[in-house]
């Protein structure tokens, strides 16, 4: 099957031949003519299938055969969870969009807002929008949404994750009733169906893939490690392979500097990404990885969202995450638009059963190997406390509290995690 086959127009052809594309993929080949009868769709594809063009073409189509507004109103929103992602899809618009008569604009926090408002201001057709910074300069009444035709939530599980449910039911709530909405998810959780059942409109499901399935040119492999031995293990992997390209995932951002640090003073270039970091640091960061001047990129799941590094061979889970679904994103980051790769995962005594809860998702059993040096001393039962610790532990449950009993503790703030969050990240704004 053809681009053109699909229905789309000269101009989009001409821009998609450019950009090399020949034939389209699964996710486009099914979801673009959906998206051209002005369906709703539900759509199930993982990260490197090419999803992005599967919605930004036809949305071009449609918005193109439309007769023009004087003052340019927002006709389309695209909300991505973070940054990097946000960035790349505006990309992909700017390079879809080069022979027909639409603008297009990004804004994300960690950015100077000025600049953002002066090209809405402007006059803008599609926008691309992290929840936090769009819902800031919407009560600055720097953009209104009530033009809008095409709604589109992309990587919508991870805007859940990072709690952006209360500022997505705050968008819905400022746009028509009557649009098009196209949901994209790499996981269908309770969480995603129930958001889909209250903004959808009889739906087309629309699946590229098995739900929650991981590239097929993906090589998964773990490694039995202890804790304390992972880093020499990170270092030894990358230095006897002489790999050149490599994204590392931990579960924290001090676990990132830290392990950056590390490998910087073993002589491998390093440069760590995650929420912390200024928007300037993590695109010279990203920028560096790409060109190879910087030989790992240490990434923690939120920051990675979006990371589109084109042929990416390693990918390595220094620590696993807590959330299943997570591994499948992660891993997603190799073994794009058809090349292989190789995603490796260190596991610790008490990460056991996250490894098991990865295995239960991906319905099949992970290859664990014991590297030579590197056996492994830890057990579970190390891990968890001894008689006399959860005695004493049970001890200073019972003693009674030295703070006033007048005293109210205080409720808790909605804490989300790191990314475009509005409310405990004011390097977002």
């Known amino acids: 099957m053809s681009f053109k086959s699909l229905g789309l127009s000269d101009p989009l052809l001409k821009a998609i031949a450019k950009k090399g594309y020949t034939n389209p993929s699964p996710i486009q080949e099914k979801a673009i003519p959906v998206v051209l ?45 973070t940054r ?13 969009s080069e022979y027909v008569d639409i603008r297009s604009a990004v804004i994300f926090g960690g950015v100077k807002a000025k600049p953002q408002i002066a090209t809405l201001r402007s006059g803008v057709d599609i926008l691309i929008a992290t929840p936090g910074r769009l819902i800031d300069l919407h009560s600055q009444k720097a953009l209104s949404l009530a033009r809008i035709e095409i709604l589109v939530l992309d990587e919508a599980d991870r805007m859940l994750d990072m709690g952006f449910k209360r ?8 746009m028509p009733d009557k ?32 739900e929650n399935s991981t590239a097929e040119m993906v090589v998964q492999k773990a490694y039995r490690v202890d804790k304390a031995k992972k880093t020499a293990l ?12 490599v994204l590392i995932f931990t579960r924290t951002k001090h676990g990132a500097n830290r392990l950056t640090q590390k490998l910087v003073k073993k002589g491998i270039t390093a440069a760590a990404i995650h929420g912390n970091k200024s928007q300037n640091a993590r695109t010279k960061a990203l920028k560096e990885f790409k060109s190879n001047k910087v030989r790992v990129l240490v990434a923690t799941d939120i920051a990675a969202r ?31 638009a058809g090349a292989s790769g190789e995603a490796l995962s260190l596991v610790s005594a008490e990460e056991r059963d996250y490894l098991r809860g990865i295995e239960k998702l991906l319905g ?27 005695q004493q532990r049970r001890k200073n449950s019972s003693k009674p ?19 475009d969050s509005r409310n405990n990240n004011p390097s977002s704004k």
């Open 37 to 81: 009868e002005r369906k709703d769709i539900l759509a199930s594809a993982q990260t490197g299938t090419g999803k992005t063009a599967g919605f930004t073409l036809p949305m071009l189509e449609i918005l193109t055969s439309h007769s023009k507004w004087k003052r340019r109103p927002i006709r389309a929103l695209v909300l991505t969870p």
């Open 84 to 96: 990097e992602l946000a960035a790349q899809i505006y990309d992909n618009v700017r390079a879809y």
């Open 167 to 174: 500022d997505l039911d705050k968008i819905m709530s400022l």
């Open 179 to 210: 649009r098009q909405n196209l949901l994209f998810s790499a996981t269908f959780s309770k969480e995603i169906k129930a958001l889909a059942s209250g903004i959808l409109q009889e739906p087309v499901l629309v699946e590229a893939t098995p």
């Open 234 to 245: 990170v270092t030894q992997l990358i230095s006897d392979g002489k790999w050149k390209q």
């Open 306 to 336: 979006g990371l589109d590094i084109p042929l990416l061979p390693h990918v390595i889970n220094y620590e696993l995450p807590n959330v299943p679904e997570d591994y499948v994103h992660r891993i997603g980051r190799t073994g794009r």
């Open 364 to 390: 099949q059993k992970m290859k664990t190997e014991i590297l030579e040096g590197y056996e492994v001393t830890e057990s579970l039962e190390r891990s968890k406390p001894t008689p006399k610790q959860q």
């Open 401 to 419: 509290s030295n703070k006033s009993n007048n005293y109210k503790r205080r409720p808790k703030r909605n804490n989300r995690k790191n990314g």
